[in-house]
């Protein structure tokens, strides 16, 4: 039986985990803590100085919302009233996740280009 709780343990500390690259409708589907959690796991040290954390919890930012700015840091100073530091980051985490969905597509549609060798 203790190798069965043993397990449970070890699952459910694997389910706390985010993915490290996630896709744009993963993250459009994410409440505001696990949008946190990811930001947290992907860079630690953003949002801890002074009060950045509480300002983030406070401005209640789902994957959604997170998305749409994704190109504009002055939501981030502006809406949430976080320094320029974060807001930059924040505005690039943002931008990743939106490159990376684009860059996944173009990979797709490439994919189909036929190629003959002259």
């Known amino acids: 039986m203790s190798d069965?709780?043993?397990l449970d343990a070890t699952l459910?500390?694997?389910s706390n985990v985010m993915p490290t690259n996630p896709t744009v409708e993963?993250?459009?589907e994410w409440d505001n803590d696990q949008l946190l959690k990811w930001i947290q796991q992907k860079r630690p040290?953003?949002?801890r100085v002074g009060d950045n954390l509480e300002k983030f919890k406070a401005a209640q930012?789902?994957?959604m919302v997170f998305l749409m700015?994704?190109?504009n840091m002055e939501f981030f100073e502006k809406k949430c009233h976080l320094p320029v530091g974060p807001?930059?980051?924040l505005a690039e985490l943002a931008r990743e996740i939106a490159k990376g969905e684009t860059t996944i597509k173009q990979g797709k549609l490439l994919s189909f280009i036929p190629y003959?060798?002259?």
């Open 4 to 6: 069965h709780v043993e």
């Open 12 to 14: 459910n500390e694997m």
């Open 26 to 28: 993963m993250v459009k």
């Open 45 to 47: 040290k953003l949002l």
């Open 61 to 63: 930012i789902s994957g």
């Open 69 to 71: 700015p994704a190109t």
């Open 87 to 89: 807001s930059a980051e």
């Open 116 to 118: 003959s060798k002259h």
